[in-house]
């Protein structure tokens, strides 16, 4: 076998190649452009004539560089660049370094501590497109809250009875009421008339109770601010709701992206069948699990992974539990976030929450964690065997083996129903 380290950057990429006698066979540096990959490739392939005998060691599994080792049939060993921090200090403790001495600790972790790493293993063409789409979806939404709490903040300094209006900005109708009315003396001099065209043109319901109520609040007493300080900040409002419309704009057209893909997706049954689960939830967990069956070969690795079960240590006679920070911390999102969900409509989610609280005296995020947790061995088998949620098949067992209670009427009596 032929290990190959690479230390990447924006700019270049420097390489180091080593075989299990531990000898350098060459270190080269090459450009970080098309042209700088094919001479990686043909260089490693001067010394290893099958892609199958060389092993490649990166301390990411994003970017044009980690496809394009996958494309030309090299398999990838994305190295964690804390493991790699601790692996230097295996040949120098005086914390000397430099981009090929880094390439040769990646290239001689794979030598020396193969056994200890994952391979790459990459999904289909449809999960990646997925997958990408849900990654845009969630920045977004990111980016939505910032700017709610941007909006929020910014009509504290001067204008608060906007935030009276309506329950939620992010929404047209108090997008647009910001826009008509951005400072309070605009608000203020609306006469009811106006304020009730306003709330006809965009068809808003109960429209008589709303123009009151907006009325009312016009006239309350405010705060006294500077009409030049009032028009300065709402010019800042003003492009914070333009951002915030675009953005909206933004996430309506990629949610029908997402459910369109998810339509030819063979995963898609499985993970909609889940209790809670909506069009996002499912394609952010085919996005996390992805579609390479040999990825996971138990559900202890899937739960590491996604953060949700705890890291132990034990040193003497002295045992300390504490919360999983090594992580994909989007998988450990996905998974709560559904947890959460499922107790809207899993009599056994539920339970198990409740029971997490109550009789552990666990606060609502870590019994949250401990549900997505417990979920894990419920849709980890589904995903191997490709087979939809039946809460007849997957549930009962837990809860003879935890002592809870299961309706009757929770039972489908149909096989393979995924009514919960």
């Given at each position: 076998?032929?290990?190959?380290?690479v230390d990447?950057?924006d700019v270049?990429?420097?390489?180091?190649i080593?075989?299990?006698?531990?000898?350098?066979?060459?270190?080269?540096?090459?450009e970080?452009?098309?042209?700088?990959?094919?001479t990686?490739?043909?260089?490693?392939?001067?010394?290893?004539?099958?892609?199958?005998?060389?092993?490649?060691?990166?301390?990411?599994?994003?970017?044009?560089?980690?496809?394009?080792?996958?494309?030309?049939?090299?398999?990838?060993?994305?190295?964690n660049?804390?493991?790699?921090?601790r692996y230097?200090?295996?040949?120098?403790?005086?914390?000397?370094?430099?981009?090929?001495?880094?390439?040769?600790v990646?290239?001689?972790i794979?030598r020396t501590?193969?056994?200890?790493?994952?391979?790459?293993l990459?999904?289909?063409v449809?999960t990646?497109?997925?997958r990408?789409?849900?990654?845009?979806?969630e920045?977004?939404?990111?980016?939505?809250?910032?700017?709610?709490?941007?909006?929020?903040?910014?009509?504290?300094?001067y204008y608060p009875v906007?935030?009276?209006a309506?329950?939620?900005?992010d929404?047209?109708?108090?997008?647009?009421?910001?826009?008509?009315?951005?400072?309070?003396?605009?608000?203020?001099?609306?006469?009811k008339?106006?304020?009730e065209?306003?709330l006809?043109?965009?068809?808003y319901?109960?429209?008589?109770?709303?123009?009151?109520?907006?009325?009312?609040?016009s006239?309350?007493?405010?705060?006294?601010?500077?009409?030049?300080?009032?028009?300065a900040?709402s010019?800042?409002?003003?492009s914070?709701?333009?951002?915030?419309k675009?953005?909206?704009?933004?996430?309506?057209e990629?949610e029908?992206?997402?459910?369109?893909?998810?339509?030819e997706?063979?995963?898609?049954?499985?993970?909609?069948?889940?209790?809670?689960?909506?069009?996002?939830?499912?394609?952010?967990?085919i996005?996390?699990?992805?579609?390479?069956?040999?990825?996971?070969?138990?559900?202890?690795?899937?739960?590491?992974?996604a953060?949700?079960?705890?890291v132990?240590?034990?040193?003497?006679?002295?045992?300390?539990?504490?919360?999983?920070?090594?992580?994909?911390?989007?998988f450990?999102d996905?998974?709560t976030q559904?947890?959460?969900?499922?107790?809207?409509?899993?009599?056994w989610?539920?339970?198990?929450?409740?029971?997490?609280?109550?009789?552990?005296g666990?606060?609502?995020n870590?019994?949250?964690?401990?549900?997505?947790?417990?979920?894990?061995?419920?849709?980890?088998?589904m995903?191997?065997k490709?087979?939809?949620?039946?809460?007849?098949?997957?549930?009962?067992?837990f809860?003879?083996?935890q002592?809870?209670?299961?309706?009757e009427?929770?039972?489908?009596?149909?096989?393979?129903?995924?009514?919960?």
């Open positions: 076998m032929k290990y190959v380290g990447w950057s270049h990429h420097c390489v180091y080593t075989d299990d006698t531990g000898d350098c066979l060459s270190a080269f540096s090459v970080h452009t098309p042209e700088g990959i094919q990686l490739f043909l260089k490693v392939k001067e010394i290893a004539k099958d892609p199958a005998e060389v092993l490649f060691a990166l301390e990411t599994h994003r970017g044009l560089l980690a496809s394009a080792i996958i494309d030309a049939g090299f398999t990838l060993y994305p190295i660049p804390k493991a790699v921090d230097r200090d295996r040949y120098k403790v005086s914390g000397k370094k430099d981009d090929y001495f880094d390439a040769m990646l290239a001689n794979l501590d193969r056994q200890n790493h994952r391979p790459l990459p999904d289909s449809l990646r497109e997925l990408s789409y849900t990654q845009g979806y920045a977004l939404v990111k980016n939505q809250t910032k700017l709610c709490n941007q909006i929020t903040s910014c009509l504290k300094d906007a935030l009276k309506f329950e939620k900005i929404q047209p109708i108090t997008l647009n009421f910001l826009e008509k009315f951005p400072t309070p003396s605009s608000f203020q001099r609306a006469s008339a106006k304020i065209n306003f006809k043109k965009r068809h319901p109960g429209i008589k109770e709303k123009t009151t109520e907006l009325y009312t609040f006239k309350e007493p405010q705060f006294k601010v500077e009409e030049q300080i009032a028009q900040k010019f800042y409002l003003l914070l709701v333009k951002q915030l675009e953005i909206l704009s933004a996430v309506r990629i029908k992206r997402i459910e369109a893909l998810l339509e997706h063979p995963d898609k049954d499985i993970f909609s069948s889940l209790p809670g689960t909506g069009t996002i939830t499912t394609a952010r967990f996005s996390r699990f992805g579609d390479n069956r040999d990825r996971y070969e138990k559900v202890s690795a899937v739960q590491a992974e953060g949700t079960c705890p132990t240590e034990k040193s003497g006679k002295s045992t300390y539990v504490h919360f999983r920070y090594g992580c994909r911390k989007p450990r996905t998974a559904f947890a959460f969900t499922s107790m809207k409509e899993s009599e989610a539920r339970q198990k929450y409740t029971q997490y609280r109550q009789k552990n666990k606060d609502h870590l019994a949250l964690r401990c549900l997505a947790n417990a979920w894990f061995e419920v849709i980890f088998p995903w191997r490709r087979e939809p949620y039946n809460v007849e098949k997957h549930l009962v067992g809860f003879k083996e002592g809870l209670f299961l309706p009427s929770k039972i489908p009596a149909v096989a393979g129903s995924s009514v919960s």
